[in-house]
């Protein structure tokens, strides 16, 4: 499996900023997702990382609150834009090909005061 | 019906018994299922796959694919202190198998 490694794993803001979270994969893979986990929930998708193209966006999710860049096969980037206490959340990047295993890197501890 | 359900729990059972995790699914998601392990503050980490009817296992793992009943399961033999954590469940989305669904997990606590 591929080795994730995502970065920051935790990180304590104030509303109004942004962070950038970023997840980088020793291998090049197809698929890369972003994950929102709230405390004593299961995993909500963000969006599925396209690269050289938009990422494609699930229901409740946009453009500006979360713009994701993927550059290349192996780097993508997720940017929780002017956060709120309600962003506070686990961030997960993730990867797979279609229809196998998705394997997940560490995880990003977000906490907005 | 959901696309993926699972009790949530609290599942308790003593050390060295066998726990049994369960999890059903609808007409909505294809026939690739995953098992995932997720300690408190860690990201979910692949425990099994299961793709055709029937049993696989894996060490102290074993899952179970009943199509016809729409269940999917994990028995974790003898279990361990070490195996408390929530076990998520998860499938592709049957229109779209670039898609994980997610269960919303179900929490074991195997007691010493």
């Known amino acids: 499996s591929a080795v994730i490694s995502q970065k920051p794993s935790r990180d304590i803001c104030q509303r109004g900023t942004s962070l950038t979270i970023q997840c980088q994969v020793d291998?090049?893979?197809?698929?890369m997702f972003w994950y929102r986990q709230q405390p004593g929930q299961s995993l909500t998708l963000i969006a599925t990382a396209n690269q050289g193209s938009e990422a494609t966006y699930e229901s409740g999710f946009v453009i500006d609150k979360f713009p994701i860049s993927r550059p290349n096969l192996t780097f993508s980037t997720l940017t929780v834009s002017n956060m709120s206490p309600e962003d506070s959340s686990i961030y997960l990047c993730?990867?797979?090909?279609?229809?196998?295993?998705?394997?997940f890197g560490q995880g990003t501890r977000l906490t907005v005061v | 019906q959901k696309e993926v359900e699972q009790n949530s729990g609290p599942l308790s059972v003593p050390e060295g018994a066998i726990a049994s995790l369960n999890c059903t699914y609808s007409d909505r998601v294809s026939q690739s299922f995953f098992w995932y392990r997720q300690y408190s503050g860690k990201s979910p980490e692949l425990i099994m796959s299961i793709y055709s009817n029937g049993d696989k296992e894996d060490g102290r793992f074993t899952a179970q694919l009943n199509k016809a009943s729409q269940y999917v399961s994990l028995l974790i033999r003898d279990s361990q202190p070490s195996d408390s954590a929530t076990y998520l469940c998860a499938a592709y989305n049957a229109g779209n198998n670039r898609k994980l669904i997610w269960g919303l997990g179900t929490s074991l606590a195997v007691n010493p």
């Open positions: 993730s990867v797979g090909e279609k229809n196998t295993e998705a394997f």
């Open positions: 291998s090049q893979v197809t698929m």
